[in-house]
């Protein structure tokens, strides 16, 4: 006796037909993306994924039109386990950037690169300046005198001298009057301050030297002096120092810094700025324009021809051409040189 069959409808039907076709082996099984389902709803489960449909490897790289959210599916491959994954790759736009190449230990560090310049005035190459001349700051005698005129004062800032394009101002262009590269000329200085200050310099191997300059400027009614006529006292202040000390002794060590014809002249200097180092005192500060190796050069070149004479002795002086008479009379006018008849 058979037993009867019971009625399945359409929706059992259905079920079962979609049983049988997740059963057969030429199906991909769907995608169980946790990210996915949560952030589309049940119905992204039942989406296709384009990592079921194009496999890659490790080697390739990740393919530009996949979507962010297929990036983070994983599936099993045909025959391998359930806990094995085909490829993984991190979500998001990090996953399209190109595998870095590791570092070689073996390379050499490669040298700092400089920093660029600040910007600002330019600046002569060290190569075709000298050093500044080095000198000790001005300090008054005693302590009293300290306290006085220099920490219980206000100095000021130092005045600079500079050219248009450079640091610095040629003490020989001061003496002629040419003031055309001055920066702010006619800019007024020591506003504030008394009818005369006084200029100091302490040049390595000579004593200290300070001579007083005017403020104040011969007018009607007078004022202050501006800053070209500042550079010209200056440069006279320089070139009576230069006069003064060329004849006198220097202190061995500091044979370098000797001043005077042949030595470092004035023509050599470059006015850079005057410190007020006391109340009324101002130092002086100057660098050469050339370095003193190009100045020792100079010098030698212009004693060479000195020094070939003194080594060959002094040269002979020039014949002395005599003139006689030749003939039979004294009247006769053909004359020879000087020496034994033909």
């Known amino acids: 006796m058979s037993r009867p069959v019971p009625h399945q409808d359409s929706d059992m039907t259905s079920q079962s037909a979609t049983s049988s076709r997740q059963s057969s082996p030429m199906q991909i099984p769907p995608v169980r993306s946790p990210q996915l389902s949560q952030s589309a709803g049940p119905s992204a489960t039942r989406l296709p994924s384009l990592t079921q449909l194009i496999p890659w490897s490790d080697e390739d790289p990740v393919p530009s039109f996949l979507p962010a959210a297929s990036i983070d599916h994983t599936f099993p491959t045909q025959g391998s386990r359930p806990d094995q994954t085909f490829q993984r790759y991190p979500p998001g736009p990090a996953a399209r950037l190109p595998p870095v190449a590791p570092v070689r230990s073996d390379l050499a560090t490669p040298p700092p690169v400089p920093p660029l310049p600040l910007p600002g005035k330019l600046q002569v190459p060290g190569s075709r300046r000298g050093p500044v001349i080095p000198q000790r700051r001005y300090q008054p005698l005693t302590a009293s005198d300290r306290r006085r005129y220099v920490e219980e004062v ?30 702010a000329r006619e800019e007024p200085m020591f506003v504030q301050h008394g009818p005369s200050i006084s200029l100091r310099l302490n040049w390595p191997g000579y004593q200290p030297w300070t001579r007083q300059i005017p403020t104040r400027d011969f007018r009607n009614p007078p004022g202050p002096i501006t800053r070209d006529k500042l550079t010209k006292n200056v440069a006279k202040s320089v070139q009576r120092f230069i006069e003064e000390q060329k004849s006198r002794e220097i202190e061995p060590a500091e044979e370098q810094w000797r001043v005077g014809e042949g030595f470092i002249e004035l023509e050599d200097l470059l006015l850079l700025r005057l410190d007020n180092v006391s109340k009324g005192s101002w130092q002086i500060q100057l660098q050469l324009a050339m370095p003193l190796e190009s100045k020792q050069r100079r010098l030698d070149a212009a004693s060479l021809p000195a020094m070939r004479s003194s080594q060959t002795g002094p040269a002979p002086p020039p014949r002395q051409l005599s003139w006689k008479h030749v003939g039979p009379s004294s009247s006769s006018s053909s004359m020879r040189l000087g020496g034994p008849p033909p």
Do not use: M, V, W
């Open 154 to 183: 206000d100095l000021q800032t130092s005045i600079l001298f500079n050219s248009l394009d450079s640091e610095g101002f040629p003490l020989k262009d001061a003496l002629n009057h040419r003031y055309g590269a001055l920066e």
